[in-house]
Every structure is written in structure tokens, then in C-alpha cells.
């Protein structure tokens, strides 16, 4: 894809963002933190391509490659969990 | 065709996570919400290991289970032990491996072209996008390590100032942005490899350096602009990759955290210039040594005293603060709060925004000790209700009650919005000592009529008003 393309996507990701966050309710802030978090750790996805690319040989790419991986399913998993923990906290008045 | 799937795909998961952060809005949707989540991230997973396909040895896919496996028990580990008053250290954390898996990725790209770039050839414009991902990842990385050294106590709270600094922070950053144009001038020339890793190593020594002097007051807007700085490095690697789950992800989770530091600023009165120059509001301890002569007389009351004035109530509003979570004083509370329901006090929770140590973190504390997320209010909607309440109940909380911010201009706390409850009938403030909060500042409504402090450990406090209202 054309940079215009990815920048037009960055953009309106931009706005997106501001009007799902401005409607997230403030005691779900600490939530809300763990969960970008999480998805932040998509960028798990880069550290797949350098991994696998180097087809079985261990160089510095694949490396950092699987560092990378490691490092963003610690959060991926943390993150999504401790999210999860949390919103099994929030309970209605019985 | 396959590329179109693999779009699609991408699309779809950045779609989910959209959802997932939606889904928030409410408790009620937001554990379907974390379902989108968790579903757009193995679709993005999936993809990516089916995009990278054909001809694939299948040692790289043991190492990669491999480092799923580890990374994924290690953090699942984290989640189920880690205690919710240490949720602010976790976040941290677990920022800054998002930062430095973005310094990895950006690394293995640069070292590895043909994977990642068409034709294998690093051009200005992916170099640039590249870079910026690598710089920004490195600061998160460092400047949240920095950050969880605060919080865990590793490192002393206070600011750590010294002269010149703002001076040192601008010559490096203007230095990286001049190493990213002469990287980018020439990606592919290996003389300019050693400007590459000069961009990590200041990178890394900028985070430091940034969190550095910023005090353990300020805690919340760092934790929440370092959890936008990671969305944006992940936006720059998504650029180089050209991976739209990426680049929505890193666009929603970057503005995500800048409206969190809004908000916590906006809950101190602070600009996010002053909270990055630094230099304000240390350990509360050291700020209460310095400060606070007893001025005029404090009415102290007892346990017996408070259950009296709360039990004869009608309306209670209880205005928790991170005093509450240090003296673990939760559990107590929310029994306290049932055996005054049960006598037909109407008890409802104020949170102050920038109460405890990250956005909402006093809302997790409450819920874990199974208060129903509908009696907790936060500060615009409960604020006119101290005025009809009988009686307010300050637990480890201080600065956010304290008047002179709507009445004293020369305060450093002054145009913060604080809680008003002083127009409550009786204040109650449970309060380790008379010492002054954070910021220093002495809190008159200590010396006033209406007011009664009860000293000592908020938890044993609370404890021993639930022995006597219970013998009432």
C-alpha cells in the first residue's frame, strides 16, 4: 500500500480512538489501560515476520525477531488477563 | 487474492480491537469487549504466520512456540498473582516491553530487508517511519522502567533535579532527529549503521532521563503518556511494515493515552509541560517532614464517636484516597459501608480523577472488595450532594478535599478540582497523622468545627467503627 493510503488509515484510526476513549467511563480507566496494552502487543506480528524468515537459522534478525515475540505475548497474555480480572471485579448492587 | 485475504484480515482484527476498547463504555459490555480483543489478536497472529507461509522450515515455528508458550505463561503468572494495589507497577511493566519488542522489531527489520521490505531495499520514507518506531519504543522502554522504579519503590519518589537538564534533553533529542535524516539519507549504505544504533542507545538514555525528574505525585499522567508513546511506536513499525492492524491499533492506543493524561492533568490542574519539566510533588513522607506546623485546634474524635455521628446518618459519602490502598483499609471499608445500609444509611463512594496511582485505579480497588460499581460516583457527578450529605468520610485521602485550591491563589494545589467536603455536615478524616499531602500544602479543613480527625491506621480505625457499630 501507498504511504497516502496508511496515513489516510493512521488518521481517521487517530479520531476513532478519540471518540471510543472520550466514551469509555472513567472507572474503567485502569481497564482500559491493561487492555491497549494488549493490543498494543499486535506488534507481536513484526517480530513473527523477522522469526520466521530466516527459516530455521538463528542470525540477529530471527533473534530480535523472537524476543520480540516473547516479550509481546508476556503482554499479550498479562494484559488481556489482568483486564480480565478486573472487569470480573465490577459487580451492580444486588 | 492472497494478499487481498490477508488485508481483510488485518482490517478485521484492527476492527475488533476497535470493538474491544468500545466495549469498555460500560462494565456491563466490557468483558465481551475484552473477547473482541483477545480475537483480534489471534486473527492477527494467524495471519501473519499464514502470510509469511510457503517454504517454511519448521524450527522457526518451534521457536516461536517456544517464545509464546514462555512469554505467555510468564505473563498469565503476572495477571493472576500480581495484587490490585500494584496494578499501577504492572502497567508499567508491561509498557515498557511493548517499547523494547518495538526496538526489537525495528532491529530485526533493519538487519533483515528482505523480509520486510519489497524488493529488500529500505527506502528514505520507510527508514524515517522505521526510526521514529525504534526511538519512540526506546523511551517508552526506558522511561517506564524508570516509572516502575518509582511506583515499586525502588527509586526514590521525589523529582530528581539537577541544572541544566531541560538543556541535556533538548541537545539529545534534537541529536536523534539529526541521526533519523542522516540514517534515512542512505538506509541501505552500511556506513550508516552506526548512526542506527547511536538512535538506540540516546533513545534509551532520553527515557531515562525524561522520567527521571518527574515526581511520584505526577505518577499517573506518566504512566498514562507512556502508554501513549507505545501506541505510537507501534504506529511507526506499522508504517515500516505496512500493516494496518498495526497502524490502527498504534493510533487507537496512542490517543487513548494522551485523552488518560488529559484527564489526569486537567485532575491536578497541571499543563503537561509543567508534569514533563518535572520537579513537583516527592513521596508524601518527605513532603510532610518539610512542611505542616499544627495551626489552630484539631477536634479529635474516636472510633465510638464516628460510628455515633455515621449511624444516626442518613446520607454517608465516603471519599477514598491512596492512604485507603496502602493500609489495605478496602475490605474493612465496604463492611463498614454494608452494616450502615443495613441500618438505612444511604452511603454512596466519590472518586476524585486523579485518585490512587493510575486513571481509575481507586474504581478496581472499590470493586475488589465487592462495592457495586453503581454506588461509586465520580467527582462532576456527586460533587453538589456533599451540600445534602450528613456526613463525609475521608479515608487516606487529603489533597483532592483540600479548599484553599478554590480559595488561594498562591497555592500549588490552587484551581485543582477538589472534592467539596466541607458542605457536608460532619467531615470525618481517618489520616495516619496531621501531616500534609503530597503537595506540601497544609489543609485547613483540619481546624475546622465541623470537622472531626480520627489518627491512626485507616484500616484499624475502620475496623474498630465496625466493632462499635455493630455493639450500637
Redesign the interface.
Known amino acids: ?1 501507498d ?1 497516502l493510503s ?1 496515513f489516510s ?2 488518521v481517521l ?2 479520531f ?3 471518540y ?37 537459522i538463528i ?4 533473534t ?31 | 487474492m492472497n494478499t487481498t485475504i490477508i488485508g481483510f484480515a488485518y482490517l478485521l482484527s484492527g476492527v475488533l480491537f476497535i470493538l474491544a476498547l468500545k466495549g469498555l463504555s460500560s462494565p456491563v459490555s466490557a468483558r465481551k469487549g475484552n473477547t473482541y480483543g483477545m480475537l483480534g489478536m489471534a486473527i492477527a497472529v494467524a495471519t501473519t504466520l499464514y502470510g509469511a507461509g510457503s517454504g517454511l522450515e519448521l524450527s522457526s515455528y518451534t521457536n516461536i512456540i517456544i517464545a509464546v508458550a514462555v512469554g505467555g505463561i510468564f505473563g498469565s503468572i503476572l495477571a493472576r498473582k500480581i495484587s490490585m494495589t500494584a496494578l499501577p507497577q504492572l502497567v508499567a511493566a508491561f509498557h515498557s516491553l511493548v517499547g523494547l519488542a518495538a526496538v526489537f522489531v525495528a532491529i530485526g527489520a533493519y538487519k533483515n530487508p528482505a523480509a520486510f521490505f519489497d524488493g529488500g531495499i529500505i527506502t528514505t520514507g520507510s527508514m524515517i517511519e522505521m526510526s521514529l518506531g525504534l526511538a519512540i519504543g526506546a523511551i517508552t522502554f526506558s522511561g517506564s522502567v524508570i516509572a516502575f522504579a518509582k511506583l515499586q519503590g525502588l527509586v526514590s519518589g521525589n523529582p530528581l533535579v539537577f541544572k541544566g537538564q531541560h538543556l541535556i534533553n533538548l541537545v539529545i533529542f534534537l541529536s536523534i532527529l539529526a541521526l533519523i535524516y542522516m540514517t534515512a539519507l542512505s538506509p541501505m549504505d552500511a556506513a550508516t549503521e552506526q548512526y542506527f544504533w547511536a538512535i538506540v542507545g540516546l533513545s534509551f538514555f532520553i527515557g531515562f532521563l525524561v522520567v527521571l525528574p518527574i515526581g511520584g505525585a505526577d505518577m499517573p499522567v506518566v504512566v498514562s503518556m507512556l502508554n501513549s508513546y507505545s501506541g505510537w511506536a507501534a504506529c511507526g513499525i506499522g508504517f515500516t511494515l505496512q500493516n494496518t492492524a498495526l497502524i490502527i491499533t498504534g493510533a487507537l492506543v496512542g490517543s487513548s493515552g494522551a485523552i488518560l493524561s488529559y484527564i489526569m492533568c486537567k485532575g491536578m490542574n497541571r499543563s503537561i509541560v509543567s508534569v514533563l519539566l518535572g520537579g513537583f510533588g516527592g513521596d508524601s513522607d518527605a513532603a510532610a517532614a518539610a512542611a505542616s506546623q499544627p495551626k489552630g485546634n484539631v477536634k479529635q474524635g474516636s472510633a465510638d464517636d464516628a460510628s455515633f455521628i455515621m449511624g444516626n446518618a442518613q446520607k454517608v459519602i465516603i471519599v477514598p484516597g491512596y492512604g485507603m490502598a496502602v493500609s489495605q483499609a478496602q475490605h474493612a471499608l465496604r463492611e463498614m459501608c454494608d452494616i450502615l445500609k443495613s441500618k438505612g444509611v444511604e452511603v454512596r463512594y466519590a472518586i476524585h480523577p486523579v485518585a490512587g496511582r493510575m486513571p481509575g485505579h481507586m474504581n478496581v480497588l472499590l470493586a475488589e472488595a465487592n462495592v457495586p460499581y453503581d454506588e461509586v460516583f465520580e467527582l462532576e457527578e456527586i460533587n453538589h450532594e456533599f451540600a445534602t450529605a450528613d456526613v463525609a468520610f475521608v479515608i487516606g485521602a487529603n489533597d483532592v478535599t483540600n479548599p484553599l485550591a478554590k480559595t488561594d491563589p498562591q497555592s500549588p494545589i490552587y484551581g485543582m478540582p477538589i472534592l467539596d467536603v466541607e458542605k457536608a455536615a460532619t467531615t470525618l478524616f481517618l489520616k495516619r497523622s496531621m501531616a500534609s499531602g503530597y503537595a506540601g500544602v497544609d489543609n485547613d479543613l483540619f481546624f475546622r468545627d465541623k470537622t472531626m480527625m480520627l489518627l491512626g491506621d485507616a484500616k484499624k480505625t475502620t475496623e474498630e467503627i465496625v466493632q462499635a457499630l455493630n455493639l450500637s
Open positions: 500500500m504511504f496508511l488509515i493512521f484510526s487517530v476513532v480512538g478519540f471510543v476513549v472520550w466514551g469509555v467511563t472513567p472507572a474503567l480507566h485502569s481497564p482500559l489501560l491493561a487492555v491497549t496494552n494488549a493490543i498494543s502487543s499486535v506488534i507481536i506480528v513484526g517480530g513473527l515476520i523477522a522469526a520466521v524468515a530466516s527459516k530455521g542470525d540477529l534478525s530471527s530480535m525477531g523472537l524476543i520480540a515475540v516473547l516479550l509481546a505475548s508476556v503482554n499479550i497474555f498479562g494484559g488481556f488477563m489482568v483486564a480480565q480480572r478486573m472487569l470480573a471485579m465490577f459487580k451492580k448492587k444486588k
